[in-house]
């Protein structure tokens, strides 16, 4: 029996025993939210009211810790840990392989008389030394000079991670190099958080004298895939690289258009109860649940939260989504395009700028060409976009991304904002000093057979074709793949939205050099008219990155070339943008990244890429000469016999029918063969070349196409051999049963 045929079978086995004897879950989520974090009631109850007020007091201005209140605060740290059955605690962080690190360390320690004890001292919560050397560095740290340290973020909560045997006390942190570079991901976003803070702030300020903070807020919505277990450890192409390498389209995939928000079939919804609850216990807001566009694709999102927390909370569920799948004897795939012809998966990420005074700084309110305050943050939001596009389009470039951008499911490689009719007309009212009138595009009796109270909730429309649209109160970017860590895409938009209000706060506040020494009432008037013109001047120039069509029509291309926005369609391409010097100048005079730390970025984005596809080129031929061509060989042997047999009995005529069947068997062979030699080759010649750059290109423009051919002869193959042969679980099989 193939492998495929016994995963098959224990589906059916495992739908009986694991999901009906199921207890029921679901309880009130206020019953346990936050339930092993070190948050506020944890705070409040095992630090000293004073300590508890000194922390708060330097988180929100950015002041450091003394090395006493770090003690006591280890110390009611560890006392809480020790409630909750902890024994261990390990800095928890994000090197630049995208995903989290830890180094377990035990409280256990001994005293003055060799006694056993638990202790956790303020130097052991705030720094540790891990060895760097095995991090990605991009050529900034030698594996001789590897110290490097990890240190404590209390911006983000301490949580602990736990199994039935035992539980660890996670203390998010950064990391950086003995000389102080930063060698994370973490680190850059918090300081595009401390920069748009300040820059923002003082915008605000010429608005209204009470707001003292404005930090950016993210919730992002993660779509992943869901399959059986056994199939999916039936495809090494899903073990190894979260992607089918091969596989024939199913006859039923996404067209019937049944599945978006359709009821969540049962295995699966108890498994999303579990995870749900997990990430509730671990303060992340879940909040919903869905079907998505394809069949066994979900997505789930929370409540926002600032977006250096809303970053830590994704990687969290990302990690805790496997684990609990594989309790249910099911895996996820958070790939950006596990299947081939049907939807990949995406993480839209809804970003704004609050106020400590509980303003929404991209909420219109009802009279947006009037409301100053929105129209700078919109407008200047709009022209950093502009701007920077390329930028953007870099801190989301993966080589799993690349599928997905501009495959008529997810926005296309170039970037462009979505602002819909309504802010159009606003900005058209503002721009001409004119009223708005409202239009509702509701008939107005079209609704009066509805028997509740009916009230629009956003003034704009929806696009999802845009990588970037206003939704009412809120940008979402959602042009990146559902496998990143948000902390880069969203350095990049703190950093080019931070950039553009230093420049219109510059420009405002020398426009207003010439009214010094006017009256309190003159300034207020002429301040107001400055920030009007200046805005309708940025306007003016940013038009071209406003697009609110189809961004999945060819026209655009076209059209978007015309207007002079970057397409960068793949990886090597987009990565370039971090090399260019107005790139490389915005993160220095920004104080993010020196020039030699943003050029250490390219190299590990472009090692991974290579990395990603030499290891997709070693399972192709893997794949192919030990499950597919045995396949093809076994069928083959079976027709062989047939078309003999019939000729002994003298059946010349059908004999030659299945000749012609053998012949096409035959070229699609003929056809593998000769495009796995060929890959063979260029792997050959790939070995040779040391310059990262150069063999991402060679794998962009030349690898991928012979990836293509070799796939297409497969697939065609897989629908003519018998199936009791073939090997690797079918799309149907993936895509349809749990
Ligand atoms: P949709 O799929 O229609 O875009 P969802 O409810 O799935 O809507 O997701 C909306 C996301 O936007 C949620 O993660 C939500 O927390 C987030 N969001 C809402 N308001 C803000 C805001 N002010 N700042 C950042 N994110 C926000
Ligand atoms: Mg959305």
């Known amino acids: 029996m193939t492998v495929r045929m016994r995963s098959l079978q224990s589906i059916n086995t495992k739908k009986s025993t694991d999901v009906m004897s199921m207890p029921l879950m679901e309880k009130p989520v206020s019953d346990y939210f936050n339930e092993f974090v070190f948050g506020p009631e944890a705070?409040?109850?095992?630090?000293p009211i004073e300590i508890l007020e000194k922390l708060?007091?330097?988180?929100?201005?950015?002041?450091?810790?003394?090395?006493?209140?770090?003690?006591?605060?280890?110390?009611?740290?560890?006392?809480?840990?020790?409630?909750?059955?902890?024994?261990?605690?390990?800095?928890?962080?994000?090197?630049?392989?995208?995903?989290?690190?830890?180094?377990?360390?035990?409280?256990?320690?001994?005293d003055k008389n060799w006694r056993a004890i638990e202790k956790l001292s303020g130097r052991e919560l705030t720094i540790q030394e891990p060895d760097g050397s095995s991090f990605p560095t991009g050529g900034l740290r030698t594996t001789h000079e590897a110290r490097s340290y990890t240190v404590w973020d209390p911006t983000s909560p301490i949580f602990i991670r736990r199994t039935r045997y035992g539980r660890t006390l996670c203390v998010p942190a950064i990391l950086i190099s003995y000389s102080g570079e930063s060698l994370d991901l973490k680190a850059p976003l918090l300081k595009s958080m401390k920069l748009i803070n300040e820059i923002s702030t003082k915008v605000c300020k010429l608005f209204d004298?009470?707001?003292?903070?404005?930090?950016?807020?993210?919730?992002?919505?993660?779509?992943?895939?869901?399959?059986?277990?056994?199939?999916?450890?039936?495809?090494?192409?899903?073990?190894?690289c979260g992607r089918t390498l091969y596989g024939n389209g199913s006859a039923r995939g996404q067209q019937l258009a049944d599945h978006y928000f359709g009821a969540i079939p049962e295995r699966v919804y108890n498994f999303i109860i579990e995870f749900e609850q997990e990430a509730l216990r671990l303060?992340?807001?879940?909040?919903?649940?869905?079907?998505?566009?394809?069949?066994?694709?979900?997505?789930?999102?929370?409540?926002?939260?600032?977006?250096?927390?809303a970053a830590d909370h994704n990687l969290l569920l990302m990690d805790k989504i496997d684990k609990v799948a594989i309790r249910h004897g099911l895996r996820v795939l958070i790939h950006e395009k596990p299947f081939q012809g049907i939807n990949g998966s995406g993480k839209h990420n809804n970003w704004s700028l609050a106020t400590d005074t509980g303003v929404n700084l991209l909420d219109p309110g009802d009279n947006p060409h009037k409301n100053l305050l929105f129209l700078t943050f919109f407008i200047n939001t709009l022209a950093a976009v502009y701007k920077n596009a390329d930028l953007l389009r870099a801190s989301i470039a993966s080589a799993g991304n690349d599928h997905r951008l501009g495959a008529n499911e997810a926005p296309p490689a170039i970037i462009s904002a979505f602002i819909g009719d309504n802010m159009e007309r606003a900005l058209e009212a503002f721009l001409n000093d004119t009223d708005l009138d409202?239009?509702?595009h509701l008939e107005e009796n079209s609704l009066d057979f509805l028997l509740v109270p009916f009230q629009k909730q956003h003034s704009t429309d929806r696009n999802r074709t845009s990588p970037f649209p206003f939704t009412g109160n809120k940008f979402e970017f959602r042009a990146p793949g559902s496998s990143v860590n948000v902390s880069l895409p969203m350095t990049v938009l703190n950093v080019i939205v931070a950039d553009q209000l230093k420049e219109f706060y510059s420009n405002i506040e020398l426009k207003l050099q010439e009214f010094e020494g006017s009256s309190d009432s003159v300034l207020v008037n002429e301040l107001n008219n400055i920030i009007k013109s200046e805005l309708k001047s940025i306007y003016n120039e940013l038009t071209p990155i406003l697009f609110n069509g189809d961004n999945y029509e060819k026209e655009w291309v076209e059209e978007a070339e015309?207007?002079?926005l970057p397409n960068l369609k793949s990886t090597p391409e987009a990565l370039k943008a971090f090399l260019s010097d107005k790139n490389i100048k915005i993160f220095e005079r920004n104080n993010i990244?020196?020039?030699?730390?943003?050029?250490?970025r390219y190299n590990v984005a472009i090692e991974e890429y290579v990395n990603k596809l030499e290891i997709e080129a070693i399972l192709v031929d893997e794949i192919a000469q030990t499950l597919i061509i045995p396949a093809v060989v076994n069928y083959q042997n079976d027709l062989i016999q047939n078309v003999q047999g019939l000729k002994e009995l003298g059946l010349s005529n059908e004999s030659e029918t299945h000749k012609n069947q053998l012949l096409k068997i035959s070229s699609h062979l003929e056809g593998m063969i000769k495009h796995l030699e060929l890959l063979d080759d260029y792997r050959r010649e790939l070995s040779k070349i040391s310059d990262l750059s150069e063999k991402a290109?060679?794998?962009?423009?030349?690898?991928?196409?012979?990836?293509?051919?070799?796939?297409?002869?497969?697939?065609?193959?897989?629908?003519?051999?018998?199936?009791?042969?073939?090997?690797?679980?079918?799309?149907?099989?993936?895509?349809?049963?749990?």
Request: proline share 6%; net charge negative.
């Open 438 to 440: 409202e239009i509702d």
């Open 697 to 738: 290109t060679i794998f962009d423009s030349k690898i991928k196409p012979i990836f293509e051919t070799i796939r297409f002869h497969a697939d065609k193959l897989e629908m003519i051999v018998d199936d009791k042969f073939w090997q690797l679980p079918k799309y149907r099989e993936l895509l349809f049963l749990h």
């Open 562 to 564: 015309k207007r002079g």
């Open 283 to 309: 303060g992340i807001p879940i909040k919903t649940r869905h079907n998505e566009v394809a069949p066994n694709q979900f997505e789930c999102a929370p409540h926002f939260e600032f977006a250096n927390i």
């Open 56 to 110: 708060n007091h330097c988180i929100e201005n950015y002041i450091p810790l003394d090395k006493e209140t770090a003690d006591i605060i280890a110390l009611g740290l560890k006392n809480w840990a020790i409630d909750h059955q902890v024994t261990h605690y390990t800095h928890w962080f994000q090197p630049l392989t995208g995903k989290t690190s830890e180094k377990h360390d035990t409280f256990f320690q001994f």
């Open 593 to 600: 990244f020196k020039p030699h730390e943003v050029i250490a």
């Open 209 to 240: 004298g009470s707001i003292n903070k404005v930090l950016p807020t993210l919730g992002w919505e993660q779509e992943y895939f869901v399959v059986d277990e056994s199939l999916f450890n039936a495809r090494p192409d899903l073990v190894l």
């Open 43 to 47: 705070k409040k109850k095992y630090l």
